[in-house]
């Protein structure tokens, strides 16, 4: 059920740097091939990220997870 509902997050997400991918060769100067290199990166270290916070999540709790980065970004 979480895969099912991540799935679109995934794909809005890398909408997003696919839109700003123009502004960011155009700020750091990147070429076509560096800005592909952005996009594989931003994808491998959002893959990389999920299975590591649902072992967090696994050992603290999910309400405390929730909680602790509610927190962190300030949002209520």
Wanted: without cysteine; charged residues 15%; proline residues 7%.
């Amino acid at each position: 059920m979480i895969l099912v509902l991540t799935r679109p997050m995934l794909v809005v997400d890398t909408s997003i740097v696919n839109v700003a991918l123009p502004d960011i060769g155009r700020d750091l100067g990147f070429s076509s091939a560096g800005l592909s290199w952005v996009v594989t990166a931003y994808a491998l270290s959002f893959g990389g990220l999920v299975p590591l916070s649902g072992k967090v999540g696994s050992l603290i709790g999910p309400r405390r997870v929730n909680i602790t980065e509610s927190t962190k970004e300030g949002s209520p």
